[in-house]
């Protein structure tokens, strides 16, 4: 890229981004209705067939031989793995929905990769950690309660219906947690940390909800 290119894409970044934070700012797309679990499409939501690719506009390139994830924090067993011996760990396989704070909903995506339940078996959390701050590639930061990345449809995923997840949408590594809307998915997952404090992340110092559950409605931040 030229210098003139990399001001344009940073420009058009900053124009995306400035745009998404006045949708939390005014509350778009809320329709004040909640519902249970069992509604499989949560309010507000619509189905669709595509999978949409969102994020920051850098889709960092990781070729597995540098890739390195690395798990920290209020832990007892601090953990670096090269991508030879993260694939070597039990894997698991499950399909689960997607839905996104921008109203788009993917039915059956099929994931395999490592559960987050076998990640927490290894590096064993200690009491005090009480959340969870995704870090990535990009510079993206996402939080959740340590609770709901225990949750046992949460994945660390590579593939997804059967590929290998591609680099638009994360790979070489996504985090996957079907109950919270999808921007706490973090894609290129480069370090996971625990924490006795909450650290919110990137949209979630941009108006957006800290917990983000789809069936509350809880896009935006509500003060
Ligand atoms: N690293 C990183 N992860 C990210 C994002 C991002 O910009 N960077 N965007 C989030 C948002 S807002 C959404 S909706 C989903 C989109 O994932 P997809 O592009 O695979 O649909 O990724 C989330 N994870
Ligand atoms: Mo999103």
Redesign the pocket.
Known sequence: MSDDDVTLFGKLKNKLIDSKQKWAESGRLLTGKSAAHSQRLPPGQRQVEN??????GIQPEIPTHAWRLFVDGEVETPTTWKWGEFTDLPKTTLTTDIH???AWSRYDNRWEGVSARDLLGIVKPKAAAQHVIFH?Y?T?TTNVPLADFSADDVMLAWSWNGEAISR???GPLRVVIPKLY??K????IKRIEFSVHDKPGF?EVRGYHNYGDPWLEQRYDDE
């Open positions: 999978w949409p690719v969102l994020d920051l996104c704070v921008t990535s990009d993206y638009e949408h994360g999808f921007w998915s973090a894609k290129w949209w």
